[in-house]
């Protein structure tokens, strides 16, 4: 069975920003490496927030990071 991203959650993704610590502000995209693997080995935060930093160290690993970049460029976030 292959399983298929959810566009919707990956522009979510895309746009999502780091709410709090040394890095708040930025995009998940922009954290370093270094960063989410140290999530990892402490344990990810429940919820959303975790969930995204351990898709996006997957996407890291796998060198994806260009198509969530082109993805936030292309389909900018909608103001509410």
């Known amino acids: 069975m292959e399983m298929q991203p959810d566009p919707k959650q990956l522009l979510e993704l895309a746009h999502y920003k780091m709410p709090f610590g040394k890095y708040k502000g930025r995009y998940l995209v922009d954290l370093p490496l270094a960063y989410l693997v140290w999530f990892r080995q402490k344990g990810f935060p429940d919820g959303k927030l975790g969930n995204y930093l351990n898709t996006m160290l997957t996407i890291k690993d ?15 976030k909608e103001s509410s």
């Open 62 to 76: 796998e060198g994806l990071e260009p198509l969530i970049r082109k993805l936030r460029k292309e389909f900018p």
